[in-house]
């Protein structure tokens, strides 16, 4: 089963920013915090991972709380592009199977 | 430069049919996945080949499912006497997980398979 909770969908408006949260209060001190998304009819793409500082790159933000119970990431400027499902998902570092939940289906409206 | 590939991207069979799904991952990546999805379902883990090492098989459904990789390098996915539950998008990806805390997973576009 999957160790992170998800709401299933929720809107942005385009160019508004949308914060995606993430449950996982279960979360083990050497499991990383990684976000994929699934853009209709391809395969999952990377966005960004974390194991306890923010982290930003060129995609999005990451957002991890003291306790590392949850996360939000930020896509800062929602563009039409950017609606997907996103997973989050909580692994070790050291590779190995991802385990997806459901995800959440985030629609940008223009 | 290339990323994965899989191939055929669509595959109609009939039940009872044995079929072969192959994957191509990035030059180079030690670790090579796959996973499948449903129709309406969330992405399901199959198998994973890390290098030398034995393979991760505890996501295979049934006995039906093999997988073998070759050279370290292509993948195929072996479905044998089909079923209609089948079905699916089954999805490959490629990591170097010589690299220390990144093992970005690459996926590639899928293969849609149809039991009939």
């Known amino acids: 089963d999957a160790k992170t909770t998800q709401p299933p969908s929720m809107d942005c408006a385009e160019g508004r920013a949308a914060n995606l949260p993430c449950n996982h209060s279960?979360?083990?001190?050497?499991?990383?915090v990684y976000w994929y998304r699934q853009i209709h009819s391809q395969g999952p793409q990377y966005i960004i991972h974390g194991l306890k500082n923010n982290e930003t790159n060129e995609m999005a933000s990451l957002i991890i709380t003291e306790d590392r119970k949850s996360s939000t990431l930020i896509l800062p400027h929602a563009t039409l592009r950017d609606t997907a499902v996103y997973y989050c998902i909580v692994r070790v570092a050291t590779g190995g199977k991802l385990i997806f939940g459901q995800g959440t289906e985030l629609s940008v409206k223009p | 430069g290339a990323g994965v590939s899989q191939s055929p991207s669509n595959k109609v069979t009939e039940k009872g049919k044995d079929v072969e799904l192959r994957c191509d991952p990035i030059?180079?990546?030690?670790?090579l996945y796959w996973y499948r999805q449903s129709l309406g379902q969330g992405l399901e883990f199959l198998i994973y080949?890390?290098?030398?090492?034995?393979?991760?098989k505890s996501g295979l459904p049934s006995d039906r499912f093999s997988a073998e990789r070759t050279g370290g390098s292509v993948s195929t996915l072996t479905i044998q006497r089909t079923q209609q539950e089948d079905s699916a998008v089954y999805l490959c990806a490629s990591s170097d997980d010589r690299l220390s805390s990144y093992n970005e997973q690459f996926f590639g576009p899928g293969t849609r398979l149809t039991v009939l």
């Open positions: 030059s180079g990546h030690t670790a």
């Open positions: 279960t979360i083990s001190g050497n499991e990383y």
């Open positions: 080949f890390q290098g030398n090492s034995a393979p991760d």
